[in-house]
Each structure stands twice: as C-alpha cells, then as structure tokens.
C-alpha cells in the first residue's frame, strides 16, 4: 500500500491507474502553520512516496509525521520512496563548520523508516548514512525509452566525467556510443568545456545529467556540439530543480528539453511512476 | 557556549548583554529554498538555542543541521534549547489515523541531541519521548517579576483547571490568592464559563495561561471578572500564538496583555533570556 505525501501529488493520478494501491491522506495546515496529516486506513506495510522539493522542510516533516501515524496504526514495516531528496547537493564539508546536510536528513528519515529508496542520488555513497537498507534507483530506463526512436542511431554524453555513469546506462540501453565532455577551468570563475572525443558530425546526441538548475553547462554543451556538426541536441535530467528563465534559455539552446517528474515542472515529461510501482 | 538559530535571533542581543558566550552562525538558503547552516567555532559543549514557531518545520530542520555542523566539528554534547516546542498541541491521536506530532518531532531531535529544555510544554508529559534528559522550564518567575507590583494584593486565575498549576506557581512567587474558572460545554459549539469561587470585588487579577491563540477565551473571563467587579484585570502567557487580530482583540478587553519573548510578538514583554542563562 501507498500512501502520497504532498510532495508527491502530481504522481497519484497515474500510479492508480497503473494499479497501485493507495491509502488515502488527509494533508492540511493549521491556522498556525503547523501541518496536520491524517492516514484513513492502515496496513502492515506501507510505502510512503514524497518528493521533497520546495518547501523542503515542509515535506520532510510531513514524512515524519506520515510516519507517526501508519506506526501508531500498527505499520511494522514502513518504506520510503524519496524521488527528489532534499538536501543531496550538500554531500561534504566545504567551509569548516558546516553539516554534510544529507547526512542529517538521512539519519531523521531513519528514525521511522525501514528502508529508503531515491531516484538518481546526486553522490549516492551518501546512502550509507541511512540506517536500513538503502537504495538508489536508476531513471535511465524510462529516459532510454523517452528519447530512444528520437535519437536513432545518436550518441549518449555526459557534461562531466562525473556523469558519465548515467550516459553509459542510458547509451547501453539503446545500443549507442557514449562520452563525457571535458571541463577545464580557465580562472577562477569561467569553466570552459572542450570537445567530446567522440565525431557527432551529423548525428542526434542526448546530453544527460542529474539535475539541471541554471542550465548554463548544458547550454554550453549544446552549442559545442552545434559547431562540431551535430544534428539534433536533446538534453534529459532526474531532476528538473529550475532557477528562474533556467527551462526558456535551455529550451531555445536545445532540440528538446525533458525531466523526469520527480519534481513535476512544465518539461517533466518522462515519467518515474513505473519505476515505483516495480518496487 | 550557545549557538543562536534563526528562530531565536530576537533573543540574542538580550543573550550578549548578560553575559551569554554565542558561537556564531553563518544561517542562510540556497537559491533552490535550502537551507544552508554554518558554525563558525565549536566546544566540547554546545547548547542551540531555537524557537519552532512558523515557518516551524524550517525552523526544525535548521536545528538538524546545526547539531550535525557541531558534531562534525567535534561537539560531544548538544543541548537543545527550544523556548516554544512545535506540534506541542498535538499531542494525542483524537481521530483514529492521526500521528502524535509532538512524539515525532522529540524523537526526530533525540537524533543528535542529549538534552532538551522546553518552556512551558502544552503537554509535559509529552517530554518522555525524547529519549535524553529533558526539561519542562516554567516562566511563572519572570511573569512573577514582571506582573507582581502591578498586581498588589490581586489574585492570579487560571482560564481553566488545566491551566491552574500555571497560576498557582505565578501566585505562590508573590504570596497571593489563586484559582481556575470553570468551563461548562452547553453545546457543541459553545462554551460557558462560570464565575470563580474567590471574590475578586475590588481587586486586580492576572489570568495566566500557557499559549493565546485567538484569544477568545481570555475576552470571555476578562469580561466576567468585569461584572464581579473585579479592579484591573491582567493577561500573561507564555507563547504568543496569536491569530490574526487576537492581540488587538484581547488588549480591548483587558489592562494589560503581556505574553513572554519564547515567541517574537508585539506583546513579548517578558523575557525569558534569564532563564536561558541560568542552564
């Protein structure tokens, strides 16, 4: 059984009809602020699926108290299905004095939940400060099938070596070639990014990443593979997280821009709630 | 040393003055709406000072990540100092499938924290879910102080027997007459309440309670000691949750409406900063 936290809303509608099972939830705020959740029905084990983009804070409190709850009614297992995890990017200590923020937040969600699993974990070795089994689920399925008949004979890049995992499991998945751009940083403010070793001279090529915000790096990307011939640029991410004017100007650089609906936006076009309802 | 969160800011100027020694914290949000905490120094002995009133789920996510930017940077115990406890009201399941919110959000601090010290709780006995020490801090001293030569000979009320262990601690401090009113339900949606059993003819009173929400209640026995003739009759409590227009409504009915600074409110006038500093 499910149960859709607020965060999670924008799924709901297709994993009924995809047959998944969901226990209703009533979500509302107090005059004060506070949240108010209430779960109408029980079971012994419950998933819990939120999303924990903006408000953040909001939707993993809400997690918590989901979870009071389905414990109060006797859940004994309890589940957590976390498509965006808030807090991922802030992985390590940068400055001395601050959190590893996702450790923090691991570590809350443990304290009621018996198992974790996110989509496209930004370092997925932060998992392992979840304490219970913990599992970081790819999205290179339904992005293969997304762009798949698009790209044809195309080719799979990363914008960085880093991501190059995720181009690697969309290409095999097509049975295409795959690279990483390089980037070298001129000065302390301006990162230039060099050619890919691979020849896109009239190909279609798929930029895939993690999480696009600004758009700059892809933007980048896009318009270096216009001047080594490239035919139609696509771009997918995981996670859509927007600055401002971030889906414009990447849309007008591109072919096609599309995110999964782990955050939903205007270009979530690709979507994870299969992927879910396999667990 | 105490490290001061964005929901205790009010209280820090008053902290320095007398003497309290503040780490400090670098506290602000990353463009996408998270938080991002920073502490610059650390002790073996850290207290976070954090009040969750709204937006309290930030409020209470802020205080995660402090604890774990301290631990990191070797902090060995963390006291929590959380002068107005979110979700302290909802603190027992009233409808089948709700969570007892507070329990939940105890547990989710006991994550990283030793010691916890409220003011004032809805509930104190709610304080047995954190598992570490933890401590119920009554205002009825600096209410005392700060009502007392007003009062004179007066008599010190409570809106109800709940609320009585208020009053009498309040009174007790100043070596006066103390008692509750009577609240009789006449139906669903109404209350009545009944004159007290002390004669407040000629005298000045203080109705003490634990948190003013709209107030509704104090209008009503401000006005019954009104008829019984009552002098000049005061209001104090300790968090100021006020609804909108609840402070102009109960300052119209009453002398004086004065609650504590655990929550920032035009009415804060009493402050419980020298409590703080006593820990």
């Keep these: 059984m499910f149960v ?3 965060g999670a809303r924008h799924l709901e509608d297709e994993m009924k009809a995809l047959g998944g099972r969901i226990l209703d939830a009533e979500i509302k705020r107090f005059p ?4 108010y959740v209430r779960v109408l029905g029980s079971s012994e084990e419950v998933t819990v699926v939120q999303s924990t983009f903006r408000p953040q804070d909001e939707h993993l409190v809400e997690m918590i108290l989901l979870a009071d709850a389905l414990r109060e009614r006797g859940a004994r297992k309890l589940r957590a299905v976390v498509p ?6 802030q992985d390590r200590v940068t400055k001395e004095g601050e959190p590893v923020s996702v450790r923090a937040v691991m570590r809350t969600l443990a304290v009621y939940y018996d198992e974790l699993y996110v989509f496209d974990l930004h370092n997925p070795e932060t998992l392992k400060f979840f304490q219970g089994k913990a599992v970081n689920l790819s999205p290179a399925g339904v992005i293969a099938d997304y762009f798949g008949e698009k790209l044809g004979e195309g080719v799979v890049l990363a914008p960085d070596k880093g991501a190059l995992m995720r181009a690697k499991a969309v290409a095999e998945r097509l049975g295409l070639e795959y690279s990483h751009f390089h980037k070298v940083r001129v000065s302390p403010t301006e990162v230039r990014m060099e050619p890919v070793d691979v020849d896109v001279k009239g190909k279609n090529v798929l930029i895939v990443d993690d999480i696009i915000s600004t758009g700059g790096t892809m933007i980048r990307a896009a318009n270096l593979l216009r001047e080594m011939g490239a035919e139609k640029v ?3 991410a995981t996670h ?3 600055a401002e004017g971030a889906i414009e100007r990447v849309s007008k650089a591109v072919d096609e821009l599309a995110v999964t609906n782990t955050i939903p936006t ?3 076009k690709i979507s994870v709630v299969p992927e879910i309802l396999k667990l």
């Excluded at 004060?32 to 949240?35: A, F, L, N, Q, Y």
């Design 240 to 242: 859509g997280v927007f």
């Design 266 to 268: 205007p270009v979530s």
């Design 84 to 89: 965006y995890f808030a807090y991922s990017r």
């Design 32 to 35: 004060d602020g506070e949240k």
């Design 234 to 236: 696509f771009v997918a």
């Design 4 to 6: 859709i936290g607020s």
